[in-house]
C-alpha cells in the first residue's frame, strides 16, 4: 500500500515537472507578431499650394522582428490609407524576408510615397488647411515564422491605425503611429 502512495506520488511529480518544462519550452520557442509603426508620414506642402487636383502623400514605415530565435518571411503586404470611409490611396509592399539578430530586435525600413485619389485630394487638402485631418490606415499580410530551421504555418496578420495630421501636413507633434489589432467590430 505504500510504495503504491510512493509510486503514484512520484508519478505526478513527473508528470508535473515533465509539463512544466514542456511549457517554459513552449514559451521560449513560441514567436511573438511584428510590430509595425509608422516613424514619419507627410502630405508635402507642395500639393498645398499649388492647389493641384492630385497630390501624394509620403511615409516611413518600420516592420520590428521582436523575435531573436525566429526569422520572418512576409507574403505580399497591403497598406490602405483612408480619410472618413473613403480610401485615399493603397500600396503594396513585395513579400520580403526578415532575419534573426541575436543582440537586438530586427527592423525592416520602408520609406515609400502614394498617389491620392484625386477625388478625395481637395477634401483632404482643405481639412488640413484649416486645422488638421484624420487618416486611419489598415495594413494586412500573411506572414511564416522559422524557428531553429521549422517552418511554421501560414499566420494572418491585420493591423489599423489612426493617423493625426497637422497644418503642416506632418504627423501631429510628430508621434509615432503604433499599429494595432484590428478591431473585431463591425465596420459600415
Same mark, same amino acid.
Given at each position: ?6 509510486? &503514484?506520488?512520484? %508519478? ?8 512544466? %518544462? #514542456?511549457? &517554459? ?25 499649388? #492647389? ?18 525566429? &526569422?520572418?518571411?512576409?507574403?505580399d503586404t497591403f497598406l490602405t490609407f483612408y480619410y472618413g470611409e473613403d480610401k485615399v490611396g493603397n ?43 484624420e487618416l486611419r490606415v489598415d495594413l494586412s499580410t500573411k506572414i511564416v515564422y522559422y524557428t531553429w ?6 499566420? #494572418?496578420?491585420?493591423?489599423? #491605425? ?8 506632418? %504627423? ?17
Open positions: 500500500m505504500c510504495e503504491t502512495k510512493n509510486l &503514484c506520488l512520484w %508519478l505526478v511529480q513527473l508528470v508535473y515537472i515533465l509539463g512544466l %518544462l #514542456g511549457f &517554459c519550452l513552449w514559451l521560449a520557442v513560441h514567436p511573438r507578431s511584428p510590430a509595425y509603426t509608422i516613424i514619419k508620414f507627410s502630405v508635402p506642402l507642395t500639393n498645398h499650394n499649388n #492647389g493641384s487636383s492630385h497630390g501624394r502623400i509620403e511615409y516611413e514605415l518600420d516592420i520590428k522582428n521582436p523575435n531573436r530565435d525566429t &526569422c520572418i518571411l512576409y507574403d500600396k503594396t509592399i513585395p513579400c520580403f524576408y526578415q532575419g534573426k539578430n541575436r543582440e537586438k530586435s530586427e527592423i525592416h525600413r520602408l520609406i515609400d510615397q502614394m498617389d491620392v485619389e484625386t477625388r478625395l485630394w481637395t477634401d483632404l487638402r482643405k481639412a488640413i488647411m484649416n486645422a488638421s485631418a530551421g521549422i517552418k511554421s504555418k501560414q499566420h #494572418g496578420i491585420n493591423r489599423e #491605425g489612426k493617423i493625426r495630421i497637422g497644418k503642416d501636413g506632418m %504627423l501631429l507633434n510628430n508621434k509615432e503611429v503604433k499599429l494595432r489589432h484590428a478591431s473585431k467590430k463591425w465596420k459600415l
